[in-house]
C-alpha cells in the first residue's frame, strides 16, 4: 500500500504525461485528475461542493432555460481559438439565443486514452477563461476515458442555465410578416478558420474563428426594445442559410434578404471560393442574428452597434408572408433566388 | 433542386439506414433525424419549442440542482438495459443524491458514422422509456455526427435539473461520527453484467444490471427523516468502496463497515471470483448509499424497506472519527482492514 500512497502523492505530469483509462474509472488516477486540472482551473464556490452534481441559488426571474451542445471540432485547436472556449461560447450562446441571461455551466469530458495532458491543460484553461470572461461558472462536471481509436483526442458535453427576465419573450416561433431581419456581423469565419487549419491551407490573410459570448450584446438589445425582438439565434452549423430557414419554418413566415447587405469578409469570400464554399452554410460562432418589429428595428440596431461584438451590424433583410417558408434573396445581380437548406455536407465537425 | 426535395420527404430508413457525417451537418438530413427519431421519441411541450435550448417554468424551492454526466458504456446493450435508459438514470440519480427532485433533462448524442438507424433508435427509444417512467422530460438536446474510427457507435451526454425541496440539506461533506451507513440493495450487479457481455461470459444464473431511477426512493427516505439525512451517493463508477472514501474525504471522518452486512447476490460473488473482482469496487446503478442520524436510522430504513428499489435495504456500518479519513471493515473473518481508494483500473467503460 505504501507505493500506492506514493504515487498517489505525485503530481500529474503536464509535460510529457498521458490520459490513460484510469483516469476514467473513478478511482484515485480519476480524483486527481479532477483536483489537480479540472477543480483547479474552473474553481468556484458550486465546484468546492465536491459532490456529483452542484446546488445553487434558484435564480428569480421569468423562465428557466436549459441548452445543451457535443462539442466535437476538428482539429481541436484552430486559429482563433479552440474546442475549450468553443464549448463555453457555444452554450453560453444558446443560452443567450434564448433571452436568458446565462448563469451556469455544467461540462463531461470524453477523453481518448493517450492524448497528451498538456493539451487537455490548455484546452481546459481556453475554458476556465472564456467562463471567467462571460461570467459564468462551470458547476459541475464529469470525465470518461475510451480506449485509443474510440474517440478522438477530446470531446466536451456541456450544458447551460440561464433564466429569463420578467416580460422578455424570445422564440423562433415568433417572427411575423413585416418584422426586420438585423445581423450581428460579418459571416463564415469561423468555419473557413477551421477548415483552413485541418486542410493545412495558408491564405495571405489569417482568418481567425469569431468565436465569442453574445451574452451582453442580447442583454443590450433587449435592454433597447425588451418587447420588440422576437427571435434570436447564432447561425453555427449550416450557417446564416439554414437558421434563417429554421426561423422561417418555424414561424411559418418566409424571409426576403439583400445579398449585398451581408457582410462578408474580403479573405472569406476570397477562401470560400477557393475552397468551393458558399458563405451562407458557413458556420459562425460569433454571430447572431435577430427577428425585431418593424418599428424597433432602429434602436435594438444602435444598440448592437455601440457594443463591441455588434458593431458591423447590419439590416439584411424583412420577414415575408410565405405559407411555404422559403427564404429569398435579392442576388447583387439584380436576380431573385430561393436560399434552400443545406442539403449535402457542407464541413462536418465544425464546432 | 426536385430530387432534393424528393430526398427530403423520404422517411429515415430504420430498418437498413445508417448514419452518415450528413446528419450532424445542421442541415436538411440533421433536421429530418430530430424531428423523425429525437422529437418523435421524446415529444414534450418544451422540446416542441423547437429552439436551440428550452424555455422551462422556474420551480419553486430552496436550491436548484444540476449534474451531468457523458455515458460511453460498453458494450451499448448489456443484460438489464442499455445506454439510453443507463443515461436517463445515471443522471436522474445524481440529481437525486442532492436531495433535488429531478425535472428536467437535456441529451446530446456523439454519433459515429455508419452505426446503424435501427440500433439507434433502439437506444433512443429506451432513453424516452426511461425518462417517462422517471416522470422528467428530455427538453433539449444536441446531435453531432463523428467519422468512422473517430467515435465508438453512440455516447450520450446527459445534464439533469432538480429542485431541492425547502428545509432539506444533503451533501457529501455532511457526515458525523455517530452516523449510521445504510445501503439500498446488494451490490455489484451492473459492472458483473457489462462485463459478463463485454467478454461474452456467460454464468449459469443470469446477472442484470440493476439501472434504476432512485429518486422517489429519496423522497421517501426524506419523507421519512427530512434533517435526518445528511448524504446520499449512488456508488457507481468504483463501487461501494470508492463511493464511501469520497464522503469520509469529504466529511472529514472515517467509516467502520461490517462486511458480512453487505449484500452481494451468490451469482455475483461467484462471477466477481471468477473474474479477479472485488464486489466492493465494482460499479452499481440502481442502488444508494445514505449517511443518517442515528437517531433517525431506523425511521430511514424502514421508509427505505417499503419501497421496491430499497426492498434489501441494510445498515452496513458507521461513521466514525479518523482524521485520515479512512475506510475500515470488520470481514468475516473476524479480522479488520482498510478498504482503500480503487488504484488501478477495474472496469472501464462501465457507464
Redesign the interface.
Known amino acids: ?1 505504501s507505493e ?1 500512497k506514493k ?2 502523492v505525485r503530481p500529474l505530469d503536464f509535460r510529457h504525461g498521458r490520459i ?3 483516469h ?8 486527481q485528475l479532477i483536483s489537480e486540472l479540472f477543480a483547479a482551473a474552473f474553481d468556484n464556490e458550486f465546484l468546492r ?24 471540432v ?1 482539429p481541436i485547436f484552430f486559429p482563433g481559438g479552440d474546442l475549450g472556449c468553443l464549448a463555453v461560447h457555444g452554450t453560453v450562446n ?2 443567450a ?2 433571452g ?1 441571461t446565462p448563469l ?1 455551466l ?5 477523453l481518448e486514452e493517450g492524448y497528451p495532458l498538456a493539451d487537455l491543460r490548455r484546452i481546459v484553461e481556453s475554458m476556465a477563461a472564456a467562463a471567467r470572461e462571460a461570467g459564468v461558472a462551470i ?9 485509443q ?4 483526442g477530446v ?1 466536451i ?1 456541456t ?3 440561464g ?2 427576465p420578467q416580460g422578455v419573450q424570445v ?3 415568433r417572427a411575423r410578416p413585416g418584422d426586420a431581419v438585423l445581423l450581428s456581423g460579418s459571416i463564415g469565419e469561423h468555419g473557413v478558420a477551421v477548415l483552413s487549419k485541418r486542410e493545412s491551407l495558408e491564405f495571405e490573410t489569417a482568418i481567425e474563428s469569431d468565436t465569442a459570448a453574445l451574452h451582453t450584446l442580447v442583454a443590450a438589445m433587449l435592454a433597447a426594445a425588451p418587447g420588440g425582438v422576437r427571435v434570436l ?2 447561425p ?3 450557417g446564416l442559410a ?1 437558421t434563417l430557414n ?1 426561423i422561417a419554418r ?1 414561424s411559418g413566415t418566409g424571409m426576403l434578404l439583400d445579398e449585398a447587405a451581408i457582410p462578408v469578409l474580403p479573405q472569406v469570400e476570397a477562401a470560400c471560393e477557393l475552397l468551393g464554399l458558399d458563405p451562407l ?1 458557413v ?1 459562425n460562432e460569433g454571430k447572431l442574428v435577430a427577428v425585431c418589429a418593424e418599428a424597433d428595428a432602429d434602436a435594438v440596431l444602435a444598440a448592437m452597434r455601440a457594443h463591441p461584438r455588434g458593431a458591423r451590424a447590419c439590416r439584411i433583410g424583412s420577414v415575408i408572408e410565405d405559407a411555404h417558408g422559403f427564404v429569398q434573396m435579392d442576388t447583387r445581380f439584380g436576380g431573385r433566388r ?1 436560399v ?10 465544425i464546432c
Open positions: 500500500m500506492v504515487a498517489y490513460d483509462m484510469n476514467g474509472a473513478g478511482g484515485r488516477a480519476a480524483a461542493q465536491g459532490d456529483d452534481g452542484a446546488s445553487l441559488p434558484l435564480p428569480a426571474g421569468g423562465r428557466l432555460v436549459m441548452a445543451t451542445d457535443a462539442h466535437v476538428s444558446d443560452v439565443m434564448m436568458a451556469y455544467a461540462a463531461s469530458f470524453i458547476v459541475t462536471g464529469d470525465t470518461k476515458v475510451v480506449e481509436g474510440k474517440g478522438d470531446f458535453g450544458t447551460g442555465v433564466v429569463v422564440g423562433g416561433a439565434r447564432d453555427t452549423r449550416g439554414t429554421e418555424q452554410y458556420a430561393v434552400d437548406w443545406l442539403s449535402g455536407e457542407q464541413l462536418p465537425r
